[in-house]
Structures are given as structure tokens and as C-alpha cells.
């Protein structure tokens, strides 16, 4: 079975990532679902890009010509920006939507709340879900909004324990996915949730030479999850011997960096 080609950030190794053009192209390159990170602006537009702050501060890249945090920048402002010296620049998720191909689906990851990451990755205790799913619930919502409007397949991944809560509570018949660090932290919350997938990294991925042994456990991800109903998507791909490896063990879709990687690139 050829296994979902998710675009990640719209094919970042191919082309200037989650920007407009990126998501359109990767629609034409046949991904089937595009990969974009949203977080709010100052103004609480829906904005799509990756890093806390535009310019190299606080562990981000610096991958524009603008300064500041995204959460202090207007949309208006963002927009005004170049990412990686390409001419494109910064667009709204509204944006992103609108360029994609029909029979293309999204990937919305929910990146920030605007606030501070807090336990990305991990599943929370329970005396903390309530707090930090109360803390999503307003992005969330401005999420919706938008994608309510977008007729495609539309799959919502998070690190964070909270804003999938979110999602579920507010829309749960909408497909959720957690991102995973760990194999155990993965699995949980996507039981809590009734997740349709687990997001996890190659390293996750037992029997491949990509498979860290203390952090597979001694245990197949795959099957687990596959026992549990789940679908498992890897991240991030980026050469072919990587999707072959992912494919030979049975992942589900593949979050890959370029286009060529789907189809016989990953059955190789």
C-alpha cells in the first residue's frame, strides 16, 4: 500500500516553507495532504509559520528579513516580510487554504497559543489538562473558524496535549493527531483523545537504521498502534532511504521535506 506523502511545510527541502506558493506547489507535486504550523498574530489572525520570532532570537532561525516575536507582529505586518530572500512571505492560514489544489488536503500543527511551549511532546498528568486545554481553547476556536470554510481533508497534530484537548472538546469530529517524542507519551494521548493517527519521528521506527533502541523500548510502534486503530505518520523525511525504511515498517504516511519521496521512492 502506497502510504500518505504529507507535505512537510509544504516540501521545505523544495520550496520556501509555509508560504503560499509552497502549499500550492506541493498540492501539484501530488502530496496528499499539506503540513503547515499555525500560531496566532498580534492582532489574532491565524498566521502560518514555524518559528517564535522572525529574526534568530530565542532558538528560531531567522529565516526573514523582519525582527520581533510573530505573537507582537501584526498580520499586516508579517505580510510584509520576506521569508528565505524568496519574494514570499509570510500568509494567514485563510491564505494557505485558498491555494490548494482541489482533492489536496491540509495538516493544520498547532504550533503556539501564542504563549510560552509548555510539555510539548509529553502526555500530560491529569491535574494539568484542564489548565492548558482551557488555554488553547480560544486559538483553537479562530482555527475553526477558518478551516470550516476549507471543503479538503483536514488532519490537526499538536505537540502539545492541550491543544489537541481542544480540538476534541470543540470539534470532535474532526481527525486529531498527536506529535510525539516518546513512543509511550504518543500513544497515551492519542488514546485520550481518540486520535485517527500518532505523528512520530524516525527514531521511533524499530527494526530501521534510524531507530534510537532507548527510545523504542523494546517496542514496535507500528503494531502498537496499528492494534489500537492508529495510523502512523513519520516525520521528518527527507531522502529516499528514509521513506524506504519508514514504508518497510509499516508507517502509514510519510511527513517528507521533498516531493520525490512519495510513491516507488518509498517502496524502493
Known sequence: ????????????????????????????????????????????????????????????????????????????????????????????????????????????????????????????????????????????????AVTDEFDGETLFSSFHEGAIAAVADIAPDESVAPVALELADGLEVARRYGAAAVQAPLALLADTPYADPDRVEGTDLVAAAHEEGLAVNVWTVRTWHEAAAAVSAGADGLIADYPCLGGPAAEH
Open 1 to 144: 500500500m502506497t502510504p500518505t506523502l504529507v507535505a512537510h511545510r509544504g516540501f521545505a527541502g523544495a520550496y520556501p516553507e509555509n508560504t503560499v506558493e509552497a502549499a500550492r506547489a506541493a498540492g501539484e507535486d501530488g502530496a496528499d495532504l499539506v503540513e503547515v504550523d499555525v500560531r496566532p498574530s498580534a492582532d489574532g489572525a491565524v498566521v502560518v509559520f514555524h518559528d517564535d520570532a522572525l529574526d534568530d532570537r530565542e532558538g528560531s532561525r531567522g529565516i526573514t528579513d523582519g525582527t520581533g516575536l510573530v505573537s507582537e507582529s501584526t498580520a499586516a505586518e508579517l505580510s510584509e516580510t520576506d521569508v528565505f530572500d524568496s519574494g514570499r512571505t509570510v500568509p494567514t492560514l485563510a491564505d494557505v487554504l485558498e491555494a490548494l489544489p482541489a482533492g489536496v488536503g491540509v495538516n493544520v500543527e498547532l504550533k503556539s497559543n501564542g504563549e510560552s511551549p509548555t510539555a510539548a511532546g509529553e502526555a500530560l498528568p491529569e491535574a494539568e489538562v484542564g489548565a492548558r486545554r482551557a488555554a488553547w481553547h480560544p486559538f483553537v476556536r479562530d482555527v475553526l
